[in-house]
């Protein structure tokens, strides 16, 4: 069964940085696209960034430059640097991973951007 764990999120000051983690079980995470999404109190899920099998990355544009997705093959864990945060920025984050036997998605990690 293929389980996703995310971890760091938190508080943190407008302008702060936060990195969170996301370790994947129970699947060949080297062969699929990692994705990151976030959800704010009374909005929908949106994209946040993917990084593909062969390190080829994609980002939403309000996080663009700000923002950097990167993955550990041998660790099965793919990360999400973020940097000059902003309130707006405040969601809950969720790792997702598409595979050939379903799309799987961690239980998300809050992140809170507050002075």
């Known amino acids: 069964q293929v389980q996703l764990l995310e971890s760091g999120g938190g508080l943190v000051q407008p302008g702060g940085s936060l990195r969170l983690s996301c370790v994947v079980s129970?699947?060949?995470?080297?062969?699929?696209?990692f994705y990151w999404f976030r959800q704010a109190p009374g909005k929908e899920r949106e994209f946040v960034a993917f990084i593909t099998s062969d390190f080829r990355t994609n980002y939403a544009d309000t996080v663009k430059g700000r923002f950097t997705i990167s993955r550990d093959n041998a660790k099965m864990t793919g990360y999400l640097q973020m940097k000059s945060l902003k309130p707006e920025d405040t969601a809950v984050y969720y790792c997702n991973i598409p595979t050939n036997q379903g799309t799987y998605w961690g239980q998300g990690t809050q992140v809170t951007v507050s002075s």
């Open positions: 129970g699947n060949t995470f080297s062969a699929y696209t």
